[in-house]
């Protein structure tokens, strides 16, 4: 949602009306930041959801709120600069692999 408002905010402050995803560079580099997390979240709720169920709550709570703050350095990084965002995109990466990697381990462990 945070993301999504700062989208709603960059539209007033450059003038860009809907459906409209052009126009001033910080604009877009904060419109494309909000969508390229938009399309991620779906891919990590799930990951989060199998390992907290299949392998630790505690655990894939914790990767799931690294990933969430460096899903935010990254929305903060890509609004000042495209080259911003590449260390935690890098981090979230990472972190998906993680827990990926937990999730296949929990679901080994259950069924066989």
Do not use: M
Not at 71 to 77: A, I, P
């Amino acid at each position: 949602a945070y993301f999504a408002l700062q989208v709603i905010y960059a539209r007033r402050k450059y003038k860009i009306s809907p459906p409209e995803t052009t126009g001033h560079p910080d604009f877009e580099r904060i419109f494309r930041a909000q969508a390229n997390c938009s399309e991620y979240f779906p891919i990590f709720i799930s990951l989060l959801w199998v390992a907290g169920v299949f392998f630790h709550q505690g655990v894939a709570a914790a990767c799931g709120a690294l990933y969430l703050y460096a899903r935010f350095r990254y929305f903060q990084g890509y609004a000042l600069a495209a080259q911003g965002r590449l260390g935690p995109l890098y981090a979230s990466a990472w972190l998906l692999w993680l827990l990926l990697g937990l999730a296949v381990a929990g679901l080994l462990a259950h069924f066989l």
